[in-house]
Structures are given as C-alpha cells and as structure tokens.
C-alpha cells in the first residue's frame, strides 16, 4: 500500500482556518485520498475523500495537488471540537479496502 | 440512519477468559470490518466481511480470535483464553458497495482491559 506521511501535531486557534499536509508521493492513479479524523474515546469519522479534484462539503475542503504528491485538508473555522488526531488514507478504487491507518496528526485547537 | 453500535462498550475481564463483542452495522450495509486501537496507535485492520462470508484476515488475528456474521447483519467478534497484549480497543465498521471508493462508518468501539 501506499504510504502517506503527516506531521505529528499542529495547533490552530480557535475561529481561524487550519491547514493540514499529507505527503504521499507514492500515490497511484487509482489511489482515492481519504481523510477520517477521531476525536477523544470515539471512533473514527469520515471527513471528506477526492481523487484529483478539490472537494467540499460540509465539515472540511480537500485541495488536492496537480501531481496527486500531496494534500491538505483545510477547516475554514477551527472550534474546539475540531480537537481530534486526523488521518490521511490513500485507498484504491473498485473494491472494498481495508483502511491502513498512520499515526495521523493530533490538532490542538486553543482557545 | 442510526450509525454503527457496539456493545458493550467497556470489558474488563481476566486473563484466560473468554470474551465476546458485539457490532451492529448501518441497516444498509453489506460490508463490515473489525479493527483494533491500541494507545496512542491508528486502528490496525484485523478481519472483513461482504455479507455473511468473511473474505479477508489479518495475521494480526491469531487463532484465539473469531469473527462471525451469521445473517449478513451483525457481527460478533470472540478473543477466546485472553492475554493482557489483548487490551485495547475493538473498533467496528460498516460500508456498501456500488461506490468508486469504500467511505467506512465507525462505531465507538469496546474498550476491552485484561487484567
């Protein structure tokens, strides 16, 4: 599987937009980039997920690069409970997928 | 569109017992996956199902571990003379098919302890 490469951490400020990188440079044309995000003793939640072009909806935009190399997923107005370990996950089209989880990165939002 | 549950949420047991977890999945969906969290790790995948026929396992699921979808409907996942390496989080998942991508809804899990 492909992998993909976040930082550890980041903190944002409340009410201000976060940006947050994914590397995975060895991404395939078939590779969907996935975004799921836990917050404290809950499980994971799907976020948003896009394949080559920018995605919205309503918790978060995907930005996805030309080259597919890299992302960002972009929360337009930090709270508080966007407090969460957010992970980035490529996953190949056309067929049921296991998830390979990193270690994702822990976004502290202060207030 | 209830979500995904789990039951129950926390087990404390001893070790050599043997335990059982139960997972409902999104009344829709005929894929369900179990996963294990440990502290401070992302979930690592252990077993899969489409419908009642589970189609894939992980060598993370040694032979003290058994999962079963009877009916395509809910699962059941059984640590049989558990270890205290067996503490962690079982999480549980549903999806559909007749999507380009497999979208995976969680449920909030069981925090099994061994003491």
């Known amino acids: 599987d492909a992998k993909t490469t976040q930082p550890n951490s980041m903190e944002s400020n409340e009410e201000e937009p976060v940006h947050l990188p994914c590397n995975h440079s060895?991404?395939?044309?078939?590779?969907?980039i996935h975004w799921y995000r836990q917050l404290p003793s809950q499980g994971p939640e799907y976020v948003i997920h896009?394949?080559?072009s920018n995605v919205n909806n309503r918790m978060a935009s995907l930005a996805i690069a030309e080259d597919r190399k890299s992302s960002t997923l972009i929360l337009h107005r930090a709270t508080l409970r966007d407090a969460a370990v957010y992970y980035c996950?490529?996953?190949?089209?056309?067929?049921?997928?296991?998830?390979?989880f990193g270690s994702g990165t822990q976004l502290t939002v202060l207030p | 569109d209830t979500g995904v549950s789990q039951d129950p949420r926390h087990k404390i047991t001893k070790r050599g017992q043997n335990v059982t977890f139960r997972c409902d999945p999104i009344?829709?969906?005929?894929?369900l996956y179990w996963y294990r969290q440990t502290l401070g790790q992302g979930p690592e995948f252990l077993t899969y199902?489409?419908?009642?026929?589970?189609?894939?396992k992980s060598r993370l699921l040694s032979d003290r571990f058994s999962a079963e979808r009877p009916k395509g409907s809910f699962s059941t996942l059984e640590i049989q003379r558990t270890e205290q390496g067996d503490s962690a989080m079982y999480l549980c998942?549903?999806?559909?098919?007749?999507?380009?991508?497999?979208?995976?809804?969680f449920g909030p899990g069981t925090r099994l302890t061994v003491l």
């Open positions: 998942a549903s999806s559909t098919t007749g999507y380009s991508t497999d979208t995976q809804y």
């Open positions: 896009g394949l080559t």
């Open positions: 060895t991404i395939s044309g078939t590779d969907y």
């Open positions: 996950i490529l996953s190949p089209s056309g067929s049921a997928r296991q998830l390979t």
């Open positions: 009344s829709e969906h005929n894929r």
């Open positions: 199902f489409q419908n009642e026929a589970q189609l894939e």
